[in-house]
């Protein structure tokens, strides 16, 4: 939702607020790396029950994931390895830090908790999943929904931060079965569509007589 509504301003107001990313040429793969790394750290965060700094790290590491796109565009060097990085290291980010947490919660004692977070994990990237499985059969389709991965990372790190690390796991667990549902319905939608138009394509076949 955050991408759909603002991601054509976000070049412009990276500009603005970080001149010095364009001061010399960097290589955002680098920014990339830089970024999944900060998120491994932040899962370390996690486990040892440091909820607060991981959610400052989760921060940190999203500025990262946040420039890189826009440096690659500035400096005319985007390439299809460098989006295929990019999103193989978000699923990466995405898993480690409620690794990181379900660890915490392991250590403890909380298997309630564990099991929260596990589904946490796994409906977030049943959201990413879904778009890139659909897209396959329909490029155009929309990634629709209001807990896309940016809404996802921030709302587990405002409630790391706040001290409501559980509140943060429930809403990311329902959020994300929601934009599945939602995905799901589009893809459906689209993908039905498509059949219909084959079936009354010039080339269709009416029967199976010899």
Known sequence: MIKQRFGDRIDGWVHVAFPFLFARPLDPNWLT???AFGSAVAAG???FGWFASGGVLILASGFFDLVDGVVARHNGVSTRFGKFLDSTLDRFADMVMLVGIATHYAV?????HVLLAGSALMAGVLVSYAAACAQLVVPSLAQLGFMERGERVGGLAAGTILGFP???LW????GS?????QRFGQAHREMARLDALDRSGPGERV????
């Not at 029967?207 to 010899?210: I, M, V």
């Open 171 to 174: 809403i990311l667990t329902l």
């Open 33 to 35: 790396v830089i970024g």
């Open 45 to 47: 965060a996690f486990a």
């Open 177 to 181: 079965l929601v934009t599945v549902a």
């Open 207 to 210: 029967g199976t007589g010899g």
């Open 108 to 112: 403890v004692g909380e298997p309630g």
């Open 166 to 168: 559980v509140v943060a």
